[in-house]
């Protein structure tokens, strides 16, 4: 089984709008930590932001902030007033603690590849 | 500066050579790791090396070989390409280890991108 799902092969959204990135998760584990990379088109990974499964509130970097849903095991990317740099791919990833506690760095999801309009 | 860097962002080269890629991470990490982005962008861990050591070596065929000479290198080393191993290889660093707080947040070199013809 997938441990992390990215539902959103690809979307297109109009510049300036709100966009929300899905991503849930999957694990057995009470200490994990979910993380967002984005990979533009030049190809560097670039970490966006975090979210561990103790915080209380939601994560936010910016224009970025992480829809953080632990019952539904959710953890959404929505990045408000879409720029045209944030064209690029998206990915959702998680780090378990497990007996090696998050030895086994992250699992990654497909990602989702998104295309900012004019 | 940049933190973590890889070298060659680019390699041509045919089955059968062997070659290497490089990296080093100024952040101070004692942790690096080895990825790999196959062709439909899928990314998977190949090593993790904490302080020098060897922690993770995922279903990796033996033909790569990781070395870490100090705690910030980690170079990866291939030999008898094949095909198949065209991809992407990330290398990376993360502070804390071992853990899942944002301590251990993983940061990623540039990418090399490793043709074989």
């Known amino acids: 089984a997938q441990k992390i799902t990215q539902t959103q092969p690809g979307m297109f959204v109009q510049e300036k709008e709100a966009v929300t990135l899905d991503c849930t998760y999957d694990?057995?584990?009470?200490?994990?930590?979910l993380f967002w990379y984005k990979q533009p088109s030049s190809g560097e990974m670039i970490f966006l932001i975090y979210q561990g499964s103790y915080d209380q509130q939601n994560a936010t970097e910016g224009r970025y902030s992480l829809n953080f849903q632990k019952a539904r095991k959710s953890a959404n990317l929505v990045i408000s007033a879409s720029q045209l740099g944030d064209s690029a791919m998206y990915f959702c990833a998680m780090r378990e603690g497990g007996s090696g506690g998050g030895a086994d760095g992250l699992t990654f999801g497909k990602g989702t590849h998104l295309i900012i309009q004019p | 500066d940049t933190a973590v860097s890889q070298t060659p962002k680019y390699l041509v080269t045919q089955m059968g050579n062997d070659k290497s890629i490089k990296c080093e991470q100024n952040l101070g990490h004692d942790t690096m790791y080895w990825y790999k982005q196959d062709s439909k962008k899928f990314l998977k861990i190949m090593f993790s090396y904490n302080n020098k050591e060897l922690i993770i070596n995922e279903t990796v065929p033996n033909r790569f070989s990781p070395k870490s000479p100090d705690k910030a290198h980690l170079n990866l080393h291939i030999n008898s390409l094949e095909l198949g191993d065209s991809a992407v290889y990330f290398c990376a660093s993360s502070q804390a280890f071992p853990g899942t707080g944002v301590g251990n947040t993983i940061y990623f070199g540039e990418g090399s991108w490793l043709t074989v013809v």
């Open positions: 694990t057995s584990d009470p200490s994990y930590g």
